[in-house]
């Protein structure tokens, strides 16, 4: 079993930019495929992106162009750089880990979850 742990979040202006960071442990990362979900005040949990075994990622559309998934597999962690952030994209953003192979965009498909870092974006 897997245990992650986010990192980075924070208050950023419209424009700026932010590195998240999931740090891994318990499990063999190497097997797990990987996403960012997140969740605004009032509104369901949305996938963002996902990274395979070999990365290969995909993203969802509002963030396409903007956000990068990546993973180091020698130090277990999963980042997430967001650029160009606006308002929008304001909410509480969760690491992830499923077993599934491929990229997985629900989140009943991820088995394993971290406690969430807050990401706010001013106007």
């Known amino acids: 079993q897997v245990q992650l742990v986010e990192s980075g979040g924070g208050l950023v202006q419209t424009g700026g930019s932010l590195r998240l960071s999931c740090a891994a442990s318990g499990g063999t990362f190497t097997t797990y495929t990987m996403g960012w979900f997140r969740q605004a005040p009032g509104k369901e949990r949305e996938f963002v992106a996902a990274i395979d075994r070999i990365r290969i990622t995909n993203y969802a559309d509002s963030v396409k162009g903007r956000f990068t998934i990546s993973r180091d597999n020698a130090k277990n962690t999963l980042y997430l750089q967001m650029n160009s952030l606006n308002p929008a994209d304001t909410a509480v953003y969760y690491c992830?880990?499923?077993?599934?192979?491929?990229?997985?965009?629900?989140?009943?498909?991820?088995?394993?979850w971290g406690q969430g870092t807050q990401v706010t974006v001013s106007s």
């Open positions: 992830a880990a499923s077993q599934r192979f491929g990229l997985p965009v629900r989140s009943v498909e991820y088995a394993y």
